[in-house]
């Protein structure tokens, strides 16, 4: 019954690497966006990168441009984060979301959601 699984999350030294992949089905892989939230103990939850099927664009946040990259693999049905030069501020439980008519894509209201990944990044 789970339509989005998260994986690849764990601890890691500032300044260290991390991939997180997702694995959804095709009816939720192949819709109009997917993407990654986070949510810092304490904090809002708020959108990190975003991947758009309908004109193949991407959105990051001003904190990870430059470091972290969203991409996908069609064969396997994966949607990935590949997260670079990791600082504490990072650390935060990630979740893999899709869904939703483009405008609501490009307000970052996503239908479909997984159970979340820890991400821990220690100084």
């Known amino acids: 019954q789970v339509e989005l699984v998260e994986s690849g999350g764990g601890s890691v030294q500032a300044g260290g690497s991390l991939r997180l992949s997702c694995a959804a089905p095709?009816?939720?892989?192949?819709?109009?966006?997917m993407g990654w939230f986070r949510q810092a103990p304490g904090k809002e939850r708020e959108g990190v990168a975003a991947f758009y099927t309908y004109d193949l664009s991407t959105y990051y946040a001003d904190s990870v441009k430059g470091r972290f990259t969203i991409s996908r693999d069609y064969a396997k049905n994966t949607l990935y984060l590949e997260m670079n030069r990791l600082t504490p501020e990072d650390t935060a439980v990630y979740y893999c979301?899709?869904?939703?008519?483009?405008?609501?894509?490009?307000?970052?209201?996503?239908?479909?959601w997984g159970q979340g990944t820890q991400v821990t990044v220690s100084s």
């Open positions: 979301a899709a869904g939703g008519t483009s405008i609501n894509c490009q307000k970052l209201e996503f239908a479909y």
């Open positions: 095709g009816y939720i892989y192949n819709n109009n966006c």
